[in-house]
């Protein structure tokens, strides 16, 4: 394995000519996977199928698509345990499913605090008041004659990877990591909203309002607003799935996904923050010694191996391994991430495939040849401020354990001679 790693500790310093060589020959090397060569005729091959000796359905079985049924167990998922009650409840993205960036929007995972509100598009109203000029109402419609962006953005919840705080736990990365999804927005520039209503020089926060029973509110600073919010009616070019706001949202980019709020009726313009119940008893970071850090907006850099996790073991053998996974930032862009197959001893440069998009997942791969020892997989994201994704103890030095939220430190999964896969701890 040390033919192949680079030797670099836990810095990380820039790839060695030899490894680079070897990875540029792995590239340009198609003849790595043999295919398979069989002495017995193979009826697959040699023998005409059903599904070639009878017709298919014609154009109108399917006026929407749905997944082949093969792959029904690609599903959102929730733990028995960590609610009392699925109306305030969290449905994980089944990220070890997924490939490239983009979140279906059947499978973003959900996280309601008083279940999905169903609304008619028509009966829809946005409401902005407090320190404004013109206090207004905007229908649907109203908000559709703005003129619009597209973003790619991740929406994490602060509560991602919360239960593993105190020590590895939830054995699949559904679970562990699944809290975040990454589509592509239609929406207004909350910024040009806030003009038409003539914010008041004393305007300096506002506060989003959701339409759901939770009547979820947090205060977001004006600057933020103005730069880069969005107000979302449409999610990979449909209108919002119903789980997501439907039918219109607040895009926070970068920032912890509790901002981000759904079914969005109303936005108060104040002088100051309001710290509502979901920015001080909940979503404040609790230290050791009792004092809490009073908000925390952006989302570190963070990265996580989806294939081979838990769910997904290697089921193959020694050989060819394709190691993948996320990493994204609430910073920026990622350059790069580095991969560990002994945790954490020896890294090596992952490869960087699909857009590079501000506060978007990104996409890595590395591929190996496994002998089929045990590896102690690892993945460490740097993000383009220059931060270096923390280990969990790293982390815990900081933070203490009294927390849930923000953990982004390094995740191991411990692979087996049988490829049976776990998530563990390393220290
Ligand atoms: N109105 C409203 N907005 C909300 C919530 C909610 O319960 N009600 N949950 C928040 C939380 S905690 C998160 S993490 C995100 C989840 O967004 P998603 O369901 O699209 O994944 O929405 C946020 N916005
Ligand atoms: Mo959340």
Redo the contacts with the bound molecule.
Sequence with gaps: MSDETEKTGKTGEAPSRRAFLKGAALAGGAAMVPASVRAEPDPLITEVQPWAQFLGEGVDARPYGTPSPHEAHVRRRHVEWLTADPISSVNFTPLHELDGIITPNGL???????GI?EIDPGDYRLMINGLVDNPLVFTLQDLMRFPRENHVYF?E???NSGMEWRGAQLNGCQFTHG?V?NVMYTGVPLRLLLQEAGVQTSGAWVLPE???A???TRSVPLEKALDDCLVAFKMNGEMLRP???YPV?LVVPGW?????????RRIEIGDQPWHHREETSKYTDLFSDGRARRFTWEMDAKSVITNPSPQAPITHGPGPTVVTGLAWSGRGTIPRVDVSLDGGMNWVQARMSGPSLDKSLHRFYHEFDWDGRPLLLQSRAHDSTGYVQPTKDQLREVRGVNSIYHNNGIQTWAVDETGVTENVEVS
């Design positions: 973003c995972f959900e996280r309601h605090h008083a509100a929406l919840c602060a509560a809290m999804h959701g339409a759901d939770s009547a979820m789980e997501q706001g949202r912890e996904g509790n901002m981000w709020v759904k079914w969005l």
